[in-house]
């Protein structure tokens, strides 16, 4: 099992920054691909960003792209989110995932590949 924490959710404004970040333990954190997920109210969960274990490899959702980034710290068991020039339609409900994605589209984010999931931190982004 692999227990996911995350924190550094709240109200930010258009233009702003936010680091979201999210506290793995259980197994052990580097041998998972971590993901962010987001989910806005009345849609579908989405897709935002994805690091590989050693942390070298990356994907990132085109609605995202050039604006938030994803690193991790194995040492700290920690994965982090830096979103920057928020706008309104970052607001959601962010959740962090592990897993061991298999196929050659982990960049993707495929919601399926990961087993484990945190509770979420509500980041709300005001115009």
């Known amino acids: 099992q692999v227990q996911l924490v995350e924190s550094g959710g709240g109200l930010g404004q258009t233009g702003g920054s936010l680091r979201l970040s999210c506290a793995a333990s259980?197994?052990?954190?580097?041998?998972?691909?971590m993901g962010w997920f987001r989910q806005a109210p009345g849609k579908e969960r989405e897709f935002v960003a994805v690091?590989?274990?050693?942390?070298?490899?990356?994907g990132i959702a085109d609605s995202v792209k050039g604006r938030f980034t994803i690193s991790r710290d194995n040492a700290a068991n920690t994965v982090y989110l830096q979103m920057n020039s928020l706008k309104p339609e970052d607001t959601a409900v962010y959740y962090c995932?592990?897993?061991?994605?298999?196929?050659?589209?982990?960049?993707?984010?495929?919601?399926?590949?990961?087993?484990?999931w945190g509770q979420g931190t509500q980041v709300t982004v005001s115009s």
């Open positions: 259980g197994r052990t954190f580097s041998d998972y691909t």
């Open positions: 690091i590989r274990p050693s942390g070298s490899l990356m």
């Open positions: 995932a592990a897993g061991q994605p298999l196929t050659s589209s982990w960049y993707k984010g495929y919601a399926y590949e990961y087993n484990y």
